[in-house]
């Protein structure tokens, strides 16, 4: 199996920073690809910004500008520092990966139980 372990999530002021961490542990041989996305109240979960092995992004675009997507291949960690913050971009927002796994063939999509940013004043 594979875990997530998010991290780095809080209150923060409009026009601050966080940084979000997500770090993957388990059974993996490689992962293709690591994201994030958020959820806020009343809204469908939508993607925030993801990458690829390749070292490849895709952000959304409201987030274009003020999200930066990074991942450490040697820890299996994501980050996601967040700048510019506004209060738009209160949300839960969840970790997931794209990854095979050893002795299992094919390529798996696994969730981080989500961190709360709440932007406000």
């Known amino acids: 199996q594979v875990q997530l372990e998010e991290s780095g999530g809080g209150l923060v002021r409009p026009g601050g920073s966080l940084r979000l961490s997500c770090a993957a542990s388990g059974s993996i041989v490689t992962i293709y690809t690591m994201g994030w996305y958020r959820q806020a109240p009343g809204k469908q979960r939508e993607l925030v910004a993801e990458i690829i092995v390749d070292g490849s992004t895709n952000y959304a675009d409201s987030v274009k500008g003020r999200f930066t997507i990074s991942r450490d291949n040697a820890k299996n960690t994501v980050y996601l520092q967040m700048n510019s913050l506004k209060p738009e971009d209160t949300a839960v927002y969840y970790c997931?990966?794209?990854?095979?796994?050893?002795?299992?063939?094919?390529?798996?999509?696994?969730w981080g139980q989500g961190t709360q940013v709440s932007v406000s004043s």
């Open positions: 997931t990966v794209v990854v095979s796994r050893t002795a299992v063939p094919g390529k798996y999509n696994y």
